[in-house]
Every structure is written in C-alpha cells, then in structure tokens.
C-alpha cells in the first residue's frame, strides 16, 4: 500500500497541473500600459465546444483596433503553436467604436474589451492544452505591437465555470453583432466601380436612431482596401450607406468578392453577409434631394443671420464709411456693393475648397476650426490691426507709383478693395454659429463634393444679399446721410469696435501661448497706437482716443447694468464642468442621473452668449446645480479628437452643440444653437422624466 501512495500523489499533481481554467494577467515589460487575460467559462460537451474570453485591459488614452481598424493601425492576431485536443479557435469581435487620431480614423476599442473565443474539441475525456502568442497592436498617438505568449492546459470535463464568468461571458457576447438579425433587412448592395463608391439600402422596423454601418471583408483581393467613414441619408425605416473605397495599388474593385457588413444602433448590433452587384453609377436617396432645397435655404437665411453677428459688425461699419464716400452715382454704387459681394462669396468658396481638401484628407472637419490655429489667429490679429490704423487715420495703403499707373490704365482700382473687404467680413463670421447656419453647414461637411459646395454657395449668397440688394437697387445708398463732421465721429467709433476685435483676438492666443507673452504682444500693439496717434495727431489727439476708448467702456458698464435685472441676477460662479466622456455619460444616465453636455469654444461668440444669457441665469442656473445634473463640457478651442468625434457623432461639425441625456432620454435631446431658458428647462425635464 505504501508504495501504492507515491503514485496516487503523483497522479493528483500531474491531474492538478490539468486543471487550470485561466491564466494570470500577462504583461510585458516594455509596454505594461496593455494586459491580457484568458479564461476558460463554459463547456458544451454535446458539440464539444468551450467558450473562453480573452480579456485585454488598456490604460487610458491607449486603443487597440477591431478586426477591420479603419485608415491606420493592425488588428490582434493569435498564431497557435500547439492545440493539443483542439482543432479549432474561433475568434469573435464585440461591436466597435471609431476613434480620431491625428486626423486619421480608426475602428476599434478602449478601456477593457472581452473577445470570445469558442475551442473546438477533438476529445472530451482527454486533456488539452492551448499555446500560442496573442500580438496586440495598441496606439495613442504612437503605436506599439506587444506579443503576449498564452500557454494554458486544462481537462474539458473537468471544467466548472463560475457564476462571474458565465456573466462575463453573457455580457461579451451580448456586445458581439448578431449574424441575420431579423430586425435588419438589406435590400439592395450596388458599387460603382467609375465612382469608386459602395451603397447598401437597410430597413430596420422600429426606424433608425444613430446609426452607423462598418464594411470589412475575408476576402484577400480586399484585404488592403480603405473604407472611408459613410454617409448616411436616413428617411424613417430606411437607410442609405454610401462608401467611398479606395485601394492603395490604385483603383479598387468590390463586385462579386464577398463583403461582411456590420450595423450598428441603439440597442441594435447586427452583421450581414453579401455581394455587391455591380452598377454604372450609385443613386442618391430621393429623400437626400428634397432635402437639399430645404438646407439651402437655411444655408441662405444663416448667412443673411451673420450680418447682425458681433463678429462682422465692425466690417459693417467700414463698409457703411466707404458707402458715405462714395460719389452718388448709381452704377459706381452697384459695381462697387457687387465687388463686397463676389468677395463674401468667393470666401465661402475658398473655404468649401479647404473643407473638401480635409474632407479628402481625412482631417478634422468644423466650422471655425481655423480659430484652433496660432498662426490663423495670428494672421487676423495682424489684418485687424492694421485695419483699425488705417479706419483711425494712422496711415494709409498706397500702391508704388508703377503699379498706381499701370491700375489707372485698367480702370478703377478701388473694386479690389471692396472684394477683399467682403473677404475679411466672411473670415470674421466663421467663429458665429448662426440660427440655421449649423445646419446647413452639418448638412455640408456630411454631402457630397457638389452638395457640399451647393450649400456653402448658398451661405455666401446670404451673407452678401444685403449688399445684393444695394446692388440691386442703387436708390437706396442714397437714404443714407450725406457726408459731413458727423462721421469723423463714427470713424473714431468704428476704429474702437475694429480694435476690441483685435483684443478679443489676443485673448485667443491664450490657448497657445503663455498668459505673459500674450500680454505682451498687446502691450506693443497698443504701445504702437498710441505712437502712430501721436505722430498723427498729436498729444492732444492721443489724449481724446483714451478719453473715448474710456467713454465707451463707460457707456457699456452703465448699459449692463442698467439692464441686468432683465439678464442677470448678480454675479454667479460657473457650473462644476467636468470633461467630456462618452463611458461616463452612460454611467451617469444608468444611475438615474441627468447629463447637460456643453459643446463649447473661447473663439465662440455665440457660446459666450449661451453661457452669460442662460447656462448662468435662473432658472437654468438652478438646474444645473441640481446634484443629480451632471454638467459635462468639452472645449473645442483647440484641436480635440474626443469632441470632433463627438460632434461628428451627431453629425454636427460646428459650436456650440448642447445635449441632455437622462434616464428618460439615455440617446440624448439636441437643442438648440441660441439657447433659451424654456427650451433647457424642458430638455432636463423630459430627460428625467418628469413630464
């Protein structure tokens, strides 16, 4: 019996060495900021197949990619050195997200993220064992490729999964898009091979709500093709996916190759399988068409809006000046307020040419995102600042004596003035994001190229159609007051105005360069005004535009404060703002909390306005004080992936952008760009289901 013993121990530790069920977290040294994890849960002896996770864990801001990872980056791969007993590893993906990288997108995951795997087993009484290296690719703004060698043995008819990881398990798969899902009916897959373009019709019963649609494919002669992120025309149960494809050896073809098409929606995570037929020519929604007309208006109506924003105001004023010294003759007023026109139209133009070059690019897209730039900022500090001089007299442009010659020769050099003027205003009205502008202007930047510079014609024709009327109509220069003393005073007010614009550019710089630095570069322009006030006019005029600059300030503080028991109620500290998170909204929502999202910028006049006239006045105020409000900003002052990609989410590419989510609204209540006090008070309200 005693030598009996040594054996019946030995074949204890030889079956205990059988029975792992997980392996630890592996890491590696050289990157620790990822970790994976493989455990084995469930066993279905029947069709000798068990169910594994393979758990990875990233630290923020780290990502790894889905099986297709978009414009750049690898997915996870597992090469299997030994599958003792196991004939087959099925690896499945959950549903991904996309994600902004230095303009470029990915698909893929972050944060901790639980992969299926279901073994195929050849013996159910025998042990097993799975060995292999898992290569994970992780990046944030640099990309790292780790390997992770997994080394796991185990006797399937031993294993007893745990509650926990039978959860685990349940809710990893409940992530994993459904294959046919009878709620999601494709009707139709047609590519154009001279558009390069791939267009999928789905219908879902219960309509669509956010919807995204990913194309991959197992094919290898698809294997290295890009697909661009869709377009997306919803119109009630149907959608319409549109794809540009491209292929880096040059054109792609996508007909007769099988392609995997994954839909994604709220509550919703589907995958089909198809062919696309091949056609001439992918056709638009009508759906998309009609609703075309309706944009351009809006695009013409925001435009018109833009007039009457503070940031083109002061160009207003010049141009009324150059109005007022203008000869009254009619065809010189129409060529002259035709020349502003084609200037404001030929800046949307160039900018529609600028978001279709980043719209090629991949860039990030918005509206004003010029404004993220210190050296746009920059450059219009330098513009309005040399404006304001030459408003107040300082000094004047003038042409070398050839070039004035030459011009004479040719006619009326004045016209290139008013164009450029025209230019300037339409720069200026690009932080504004006017009623209906953002709409038209989401419609754009989400169109095609013709669609898109179908709009933007469109918002350049309603911001110049004030001087179109003129245009139009020369008798109406002629209401305005004739020339006299009176407007040396409106040219001192208009050079004021020029010049808090300028300030208020320099506040700007404060998102790029230190505070010390931007005091500086203000100090030396005012330093040079006040110079170039003296050489003009003198001590005595240096005295009179401090005088005045004060009388304004003066006349402001007196106005607010008569009028504050109409906007405000006495000084307020600013709400609790924390950063924008996407994981967090969810939480809060799951919680029974209400979440006010805060799309916001500094270069953003229209924000400024939200923020002093509502967010911070009763009885919005009071609301989102609430401790069951979460109040949730994201800055867009500068370049910021996670807001682009939020904006874009919602298919909006311009501030402000507020939403409110709650446990009655977990997708989310828009609002709208010029907030009021009933519209929030309902948003939260509806949100937490008090209505």
């Not at 025309?233 to 292929?247: E, K, P």
């Not at 006349?555 to 609790?576: C, E, I, M, N």
Request: hydrophobic share 50%.
């Amino acid at each position: 019996m005693k030598h009996i013993i040594p054996f019946i121990l030995l074949f204890m530790l030889m079956s205990s060495a059988w029975a792992q069920d997980s392996t630890d977290w592996i890491t590696s040294s050289e990157h620790p900021h990822v970790q994976i994890k493989l455990d084995l849960v469930t066993a279905q002896a029947d069709q000798q197949q068990l169910q594994a996770l393979l758990k990875v864990r990233l630290e923020s801001p780290w990502k790894t990619y889905w099986r297709a990872p978009g414009e750049g980056g690898i997915p996870p791969t597992a090469e299997w050195q030994t599958k003792s007993n196991i004939s087959r590893v099925q690896w499945q993906w959950p549903a991904p997200q996309r994600y902004q990288v230095q303009g470029i997108e990915t698909v893929g995951y972050q944060g901790t993220v639980a992969f299926p795997l279901t073994l195929t087993i050849e013996n159910w009484q025998q042990p097993a064992r799975l060995q292999g290296v898992v290569t994970m690719s992780s990046c944030t703004n640099i990309c790292v490729l780790t390997d992770f060698p997994v080394d796991i043995s185990f006797n399937p008819a031993q294993l007893a999964a745990s509650e926990q990881r039978v959860f685990e398990l349940q809710k990893a798969l409940s992530q994993v898009p459904r294959l046919d899902h009878p709620a999601v009916v494709l009707e139709r897959a047609e590519w154009s091979a001279s558009q390069q373009q791939l267009q999928l019709e789905l219908t879902h019963p219960q309509g669509w709500q956010q919807p995204d649609v990913l194309v991959d494919s197992l094919a290898t002669e698809l294997a290295d093709m890009t697909v661009a992120p869709p377009r997306l025309d919803i119109d009630g149960q149907r959608l319409l996916a549109t794809f540009n494809i491209s292929h880096w050896l040059g054109a792609a073809e996508v007909a007769s190759y099988p392609i995997q098409i994954t839909v994604l929606d709220e509550a919703l995570a589907a995958e089909l399988s198809t062919t696309a037929q091949a056609v001439a020519q992918v056709t638009h929604a009508p759906a998309v068409s009609s609703s075309l007309g309706l944009m351009f208006a809006f695009a013409l109506l925001g435009g018109l809006i833009l007039n009457i924003m503070p940031c083109v105001l002061p160009v207003l004023g010049m141009k009324l000046q150059s109005v007022l010294l203008i000869p009254r003759e009619r065809g010189l007023i129409r060529r002259q307020f035709l020349a502003s026109a084609l200037g404001i139209v030929l800046s949307f133009w160039l900018l529609a040419l600028f978001i279709w070059g980043l719209k090629t690019s991949g860039s990030a897209l918005g509206w004003g995102i010029q404004f993220q730039s210190p050296w746009f900022i920059g450059f219009m500090v330098l513009v309005t600042g040399l404006f304001t001089f030459n408003l107040a007299g300082l000094f004047e442009f003038r042409l070398p004596s050839s070039w004035q010659t030459w011009a004479a020769q040719r006619g009326d050099n004045s016209y290139l003035g008013h164009v450029v003027q025209g230019m300037f205003a339409t720069l200026l009205a690009t932080p504004c994001s006017a009623p209906f502008l953002g709409t038209a202007v989401s419609f754009a930047m989400a169109a095609s190229n013709l669609q898109l510079w179908f709009i933007f014609t469109g918002l350049g024709l309603g911001m110049a159609s004030p001087w179109l009327l003129v245009a139009a109509l020369p008798s109406l220069a002629k209401l305005l007051p004739k020339p006299g003393r009176w407007m040396q005073i409106t040219k001192v007010i208009f050079s004021l105005m020029l010049a808090a614009t300028t300030l208020w550019l320099f506040t700007l710089l404060n998102n790029h360069l230190t505070a010390a630095m931007v005091w500086l570069l203000a100090l030396s322009w005012l330093v040079v005004a006040a110079l170039l006030v003296i050489r003009t006019y003198g001590k005595q005029g240096l005295l009179i535009a401090v005088a005045s600059s004060l009388l304004v300030v003066a006349a402001v503080a007196v106005t607010a404060s008569l009028t504050s028991a109409k906007w405000a109620s006495g000084p307020r500290p600013d709400h609790a703002w924390v950063g924008l998170n996407e994981t967090e909204i969810s939480r809060a929502v799951a919680q029974g909390q209400v979440v006010f999202v805060d799309i916001t910028a500094d270069w953003c006049i229209t924000c400024k306005a939200n923020k002093i006239g509502v967010l911070l006045q009763q009885p919005v105020y009071q609301l989102l004080q609430d401790p069951q409000v979460v109040t949730m900003q994201g800055d867009w002052s500068q370049a910021n992936d996670q807001v682009t990609q939020y904006l874009r989410k919602y298919q909006r590419y311009g501030v402000p952008f507020n939403r409110v989510y709650g446990p009655n609204a977990p997708a989310g209540i828009d609002l709208p760009v010029i907030l009021t006090a009933e519209a929030v008070s309902a948003a939260i309200d509806q949100a937490a289901g008090r209505e």
